[in-house]
């Protein structure tokens, strides 16, 4: 069964194909602590710094610290100059560090770039921000949905007579951010271990989140896609690319895009539809109607064993517990379930290192005396540091 529960994640820090890189993580919200997690479940060696007092990213439990798997935690108190100056000397034995602040903000610190080049000139450092370091807006607050609103990508999504519909965070702060974050510094880093030169790299939420826009705007040039929401193939203005109510107020998902998907979707369906009126436009509105009043006679339950093992590219829409338990979930263990806690494996997988779970995150400041042990410091670190008894 997916979700079923395993012990506390464990992986030895030399498992993984980021083995013997070091990151310095700058605690912080948004997308920046789900690109170091990502790294340290591909092995690295992710140190993440944290502040005495508690924040918004505490939870009240730690086994829900979901992007702190993997990582290790020292508490310092970067107010204080003699922490800085130890975190200086802690970057100088890495090979990434990353940031989430506004643009300014760690060089008041003096944990800016120029700063800690003096001492590590091969450092890449990641700056993860939702406009960039630059821009009119770049010094002003702002969030995932206002970040992906300018790109076109918020316009794109919804119903064609309704507002916009919010797609999560998943959008802006994971895919237009964090994953262009991983991505960046992970050239920067190739980069730097052949020429010993390492470099800024400036992550930008809209930056990323528009270059993900590449198809639509391919389609767009091409005169095959039109600027207005739910009117295009795979906005939701094609009949048979959508969602459908079922007869348990459930929905069944279907992306039959493709002539012979669309033949198999049909046939499984049950409805009297011509393959060859796929492409008529001029056709769409009654073909939706029909579709959902065939889906509107089933239950979901029912529907996915007809399209079960099918081509027809039709799957049922799962709640976020109920996906534990989809029969390809639970093969693939896409999600495991860790001290009661249900959570993704870490994602892609290496066939060099085959994974037994994702690693536990660290309570705060779990690893402050471990990882300082090797950074000369006989001065206080912080006004009040958990984790060095």
């Not at 990508?153 to 916009?164: M, R």
């Not at 993900?212 to 009117?231: F, I, Q, Y």
Request: aromatic share 6%; glycine share 10%; net charge negative.
């Amino acid at each position: 069964m997916s979700g079923a529960p395993v012990g506390p994640g464990r992986r030895d820090l030399a498992d993984g194909p980021l083995a013997g890189v070091r990151v310095i993580e700058l605690a912080g919200l948004g997308p920046c602590p789900f690109a170091a997690m990502i790294l340290a479940e591909m092995g690295a060696d992710v140190i993440r710094i944290e502040r005495p007092a508690r924040g918004l990213l505490d939870m009240s439990d730690p086994r829900a610290d979901l992007l702190g798997r993997g990582k290790r935690s020292v508490v310092l108190d970067l107010k204080v100059p003699e922490a800085v100056d130890t975190l200086h000397r802690l970057c100088a034995t890495a090979d990434i560090l990353l940031e989430g602040y506004r643009p300014g903000v760690t060089e008041r610190l003096r944990l800016g770039p120029d700063d800690l080049r003096e001492t590590n000139p091969r450092l890449v450092y990641g700056r993860m921000t939702g406009w960039g370091q630059e821009g009119p807006a770049s010094h002003t607050a702002g969030h995932d949905i206002t970040y992906i609103a300018p790109t076109g990508a918020l316009h794109a999504i919804g119903e064609p007579d309704g507002a916009p519909r919010i797609p999560l965070n998943l959008v802006g702060d994971i895919g237009g951010g964090a994953t262009y974050l991983v991505m960046g510094v992970l050239a920067a880093l190739w980069e730097a271990r052949s020429t010993g030169r390492g470099q800024v790299v400036d992550a930008a939420i809209v930056d990323g989140t528009a270059h993900m826009l590449a198809v639509v705007h391919s389609l767009l040039a091409d005169n095959r896609w039109e600027d207005r929401r739910g009117r295009n193939l795979i906005d939701g203005g094609a009949p048979f690319y959508g969602v459908y109510r079922t007869r348990d107020a459930r929905h069944m998902a279907v992306g039959a895009l493709e002539p012979q998907f669309f033949a198999t979707f049909v046939r499984l369906l049950g409805v009297d539809v011509e393959p060859a009126a796929q492409t008529d436009r001029t056709r769409w509105d009654a073909m939706r109607t029909t579709f959902a009043n065939a889906f509107a006679e089933r239950t979901q339950q029912e529907w996915t064993a007809v399209f079960a093992g099918s081509d027809a590219c039709v799957a049922p829409v799962l709640s976020l517990r109920e996906a534990a338990e989809h029969p390809h979930v639970v093969a693939r263990r896409s999600l495991v379930t860790i001290d009661g806690v249900l959570q993704a494996a870490p994602a892609p997988r290496f066939s060099l290192h085959p994974r037994t779970g994702p690693a536990a995150a660290p309570t705060k400041g779990e690893h402050t005396q471990e990882v300082l042990d090797g950074v000369e410091s006989p001065r206080p670190l912080s006004r009040q540091t958990p984790g060095t008894s």
